[in-house]
């Protein structure tokens, strides 16, 4: 069975630090593009960030210079390093897959293809 499973949130205060890792199963992450998402109380659903199966990597503006996204070496994990986390970051974050072979993440909208989806980690960003 495709499984994604977020781990990593919890409560951190403004500025400092946090890394989210995303474990899959029933799948070679490495030949898939996975992407982060959140998704705040009210709010819409917003891609973060996502990398291809190339390796490639695209961020929203709002978290460019900021955040990190990145392959395990065992390549069934990838983590979200986020730095200078600011309030607004305050969200629950989802991990997902695109399962089609060489997938790529498109650009301008993350979601776009994104098959399966873990159940989210709670990241609260406050003084």
């Known amino acids: 069975q495709v499984q994604l499973v977020e781990s990593g949130g919890g409560l951190v205060q403004p500025g400092r630090s946090l890394r989210l890792s995303c474990a899959a199963s029933?799948?070679?992450?490495?030949?898939?593009?996975i992407g982060w998402f959140r998704q705040a109380p009210g709010k819409e659903r917003e891609g973060v960030s996502c990398i291809s199966s190339d390796g490639s990597t695209v961020y929203a503006d709002s978290v460019k210079g900021r955040f990190t996204i990145s392959r395990a070496n065992a390549k069934n994990r990838v983590y979200l390093q986020m730095n200078t986390l600011k309030p607004e970051d305050t969200a629950v974050y989802y991990c997902?897959?695109?399962?089609?072979?060489?997938?790529?993440?498109?650009?301008?909208?993350?979601?776009?293809?994104?098959?399966?989806w873990g159940k989210g980690t709670l990241v609260t960003v406050s003084s």
């Open positions: 029933g799948f070679t992450g490495d030949y898939y593009a």
């Open positions: 997902a897959t695109d399962l089609t072979y060489g997938s790529t993440c498109n650009p301008v909208a993350l979601e776009y293809g994104m098959d399966y």
